[in-house]
């Protein structure tokens, strides 16, 4: 079945950096569209980066632009968030995401908090 772990949060000043990294298993890697979201407190959820499948095109929002990379290594089924220039506003539970025609998956998410 399809498995997604997220890891790589934690406490980061204003300015910091942060790797994000979402290991995924039971599917066909290369092949997915794959994407992260973030949901902070008292806040839906938001989509913040995607990567199509074998990794043709990305798309950001805005807020994130020129800040955050989406990557991948097919090698290792593994999905990045390269985060950079963190502000405050960026405090939230970062979440890995694909989908199929089975479903919507996600992973147990990690925390990511901008704080001095």
């Known amino acids: 079945q399809v498995q997604l772990v997220e890891s790589g949060g934690g406490l980061v000043q204003p300015g910091g950096s942060l790797r994000l990294s979402c290991a995924a298993s039971?599917?066909?890697?290369?092949?997915?569209?794959m994407a992260w979201y973030r949901q902070a407190p008292g806040k839906a959820r938001e989509l913040v980066a995607q990567?199509?499948?074998?990794?043709?095109?990305?798309f950001y929002i805005d807020s994130v632009k020129g800040r955050f990379t989406i990557s991948r290594d097919n090698t290792k089924n593994t999905l990045y968030l390269q985060m950079n220039s963190l502000k405050p506003e960026d405090t939230a539970i970062y979440f890995c995401n694909t989908v199929d025609s089975r479903g919507i998956y996600w992973g147990q998410g990690t925390q990511v908090t901008v704080s001095s």
């Open positions: 039971g599917f066909y890697f290369s092949g997915y569209d």
């Open positions: 990567e199509t499948r074998f990794g043709i095109s990305t």
